[in-house]
């Protein structure tokens, strides 16, 4: 029976993949205004404004590919159950071959329907579901892009002051985690940067940051960028028995 290994990944695991932190100096949250491109009320405000800013997020990720610690964690998988819950919309964690990924904050390349957020779609895949008058760019919508019903859809993104709905299967792997890791997070957005709160007593707990913050004394960091923190990480986990 294989250990469970949970990792909690922030936007620091995607930052050698070229794609920008949001708290880090430049960082996302620097160059835009978050109330206004990532809230709900912002989306209320100005749709056009919110379609924009994730259309160009949308076209600088899939020039971005997985790096060196979006693959090792995939390698751990040959020993343990690996289950990652990330905090990132990208698919860089899905494009590097991780079987389990939960997304808490939503996923940038789909878009879902306004009246029925059941029905989600994936942008700029075979089949295209999304249309809008005037753009044949598969990866942009607009407030006038409509599915297969008609519908006016919008980013499939959890934005600031709205629920984060996989949070409790998220606190439900954190709770039975055999290994708990948390790589490249600031730790400063909740309900994310609490599932360290439900590890049980006595699990393993590792942090990856070269800038880390705050945590208890029985996190073992390693304050290292991801793709070097990782590597030592896959060391430590490694089994004695494994080549
Ligand atoms: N490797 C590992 N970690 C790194 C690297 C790197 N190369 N570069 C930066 N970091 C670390 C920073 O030290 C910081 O702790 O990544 C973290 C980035 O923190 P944030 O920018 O706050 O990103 P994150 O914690 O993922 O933000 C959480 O906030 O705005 C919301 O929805 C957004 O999901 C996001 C959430």
């Given at each position: 029976m294989k250990k469970r290994l949970v990792i909690s990944t922030g936007a620091g695991i995607s930052a050698e993949s070229g794609i920008s932190t949001f708290?880090?100096?430049?960082g996302l949250w620097e160059n835009y205004p978050v109330m206004d491109v990532c809230s709900a009320d912002g989306f209320a405000r100005n749709p056009a404004l919110v379609h924009k800013f994730y259309n160009e997020r949308r076209k600088s990720l899939v020039d971005c590919q997985p790096n060196a610690a979006h693959k090792a964690l995939v390698e751990l998988e040959k020993w343990y159950d690996v289950y990652v819950i990330t905090q990132n919309v990208d698919d860089l964690h899905e494009r590097a071959g991780s079987g389990n990924v939960l997304h808490l904050h939503g996923e940038l390349m789909k878009v879902r329907s306004l009246r029925h957020p059941e029905r989600t779609y994936t942008l700029g895949g075979e089949e295209v579901a999304i249309t809008t008058p005037g753009i044949d760019d598969p990866l942009v919508t607009t407030p006038e892009s409509r599915d297969p019903y008609g519908d006016p859809v919008r980013p499939h993104i959890v934005f600031f002051?709205?629920?984060?709905?996989n949070i409790e299967p998220a606190i439900d792997l954190a709770a039975k985690a055999d290994i708990f890791v948390v790589i490249g997070t600031s730790l400063v957005v909740y309900p994310a940067a609490g599932l360290l709160h439900y590890v049980r007593p006595g699990v393993p707990v590792y942090y990856i940051d070269p800038n880390p913050a705050a945590v208890p004394d029985y996190v073992t960091v390693i304050p290292e960028k991801a793709t070097a923190g990782v590597q030592k990480l896959v060391e430590l986990l490694r089994p004695k028995s494994a080549v």
């Open positions: 708290r880090d100096a430049g002051q709205e629920a984060v709905p």
